[in-house]
């Protein structure tokens, strides 16, 4: 909007052409999702505990997260106010991807709150059945893949690429719309089930955010994409805007966040952003560098896999408990040790992923 708005100006004022650099957009999209996330948050912590929408703890958990029932939740709806606000601010609204990555963002957070809604306001404790939120994802999902596999305007679009080998590229066909499924929606129960303690879901979002906006400004320019050897998708530029606002959203949460928290982000937010990151890594052709960055995600999602499977195998748990998380807490770590050693991980994790743009 506000691009737009300064290519008019820049008609009588040439030093409104500045906004047309990507780079200051994107420093203005984050700082902007940041500012908007640290001036609502307050106010809907307040709404929030006035409304008595606090979290429900269960009673076969680690004992230390008994005290945080009735903390405010469902403050992801702060996250995904602040990153389409900045979005439509900053971000070329004549670019098809920023309305694809807002479409499913939005769709996927729609979903967590209904979930969040029937759990907190309406005492529901299974929330929106698990079929139904399964299927919803799966519309949102196959929605945004099939749309992407007709728009796709290259046969790179389409194609799987793997890292550090810089001609090797897959061609998917059909198939690409099974794996953009796969990806959007296993990336979004992947975050979810890693939003189980005070910070340990928003920080390794924001840095795999950020790891993906370099995909995506290298991906968006010719000049870069070439010297990096990597395929040019014109457009993908934007997308570095759309991920600017949720690391800055990201960070602007964990200011509540952070242990103990005050507000946890629930469904609404967790669905949301773990959908966004799969959905910019499918456009810019990154999942595998995704899963890479992502691998706290990863590994969450397996122990929980490993632990179900185990259980109905064998009668036995491999884990004391599953996500992984809760594991190390009943082995005794503090819940700040956990989180921090996590986003310690998550760290080393994206560099590797980064490392990928130059090791071909």
């Known amino acids: 909007m506000l691009l737009h708005l300064a290519n008019f100006l820049s008609q009588y004022q040439s030093a409104f052409q500045v906004f047309n650099y990507l780079t200051l957009r994107v420093i203005l999209a984050a700082l902007t999702s940041l500012m ?6 307050p106010w809907m912590i307040r709404r929030l505990v006035e409304g008595q929408i606090g979290q429900s703890v269960r009673d076969d958990g680690p004992q230390s ?3 945080k029932a009735g903390t405010p939740t469902m403050g992801g709806a702060m996250i995904l106010l602040a990153i389409a606000m900045s979005t439509l601010l900053w971000g070329d609204l004549t670019n098809f991807y920023i309305w694809i ?3 499913v963002t939005l769709g996927f957070g729609a979903i967590g709150w209904v979930d969040d809604y029937r759990k907190v306001v309406e005492k529901n404790p299974r929330g929106l059945p698990a079929r139904w939120k399964y299927f919803w994802q799966s519309v949102v999902g196959l929605g945004a893949a099939v749309l992407l596999y007709w728009t796709a305007s290259t046969p790179v679009e389409t194609s799987l690429l793997v890292p ?3 001609e090797v590229a897959l061609p998917l066909g059909l198939f690409y719309i099974v794996l953009t499924y796969f990806v959007i929606v296993g990336s979004s129960n992947a975050v979810n089930l890693t939003d189980g303690l005070d910070g340990l879901a928003i920080m390794p979002t924001v840095l795999v955010a950020m790891g993906l906006s370099v995909f995506a400004y290298a991906s968006g320019n010719i000049l870069f994409a070439d010297y990096l050897h990597i395929p040019f998708i014109a457009g993908t530029g934007e ?6 606002t949720i690391a800055g959203a990201g960070l602007g949460f964990l200011w509540f966040n952070t242990y103990p928290a005050q507000v946890f982000m629930g469904d609404v937010g967790a669905l949301a952003l773990g959908a966004a990151l799969g959905v910019v890594a499918v456009i810019v052709r990154q999942e595998i560098v995704l899963f890479i960055m992502g691998g706290i995600f990863v590994m969450e999602t397996v122990s929980v896999i490993l632990q179900v499977g185990s259980y109905k195998l064998t009668g036995r748990r491999i884990f004391r408990m599953a996500p992984l998380h809760h594991h190390y807490e009943l082995k005794g770590w503090p819940e700040p040790r956990v989180i921090v050693r996590f986003w310690i991980i998550t760290v080393v994790l994206v560099l590797l992923g980064l490392a990928t743009l130059k090791i071909r």
């Open 36 to 41: 908007l996330c640290l001036w609502l948050g």
């Open 101 to 103: 990555v807002l479409g």
């Open 164 to 166: 550090m080998f810089k």
């Open 239 to 244: 997308l570095a805007v759309f991920c600017a």
């Open 65 to 67: 997260h008994l005290s």
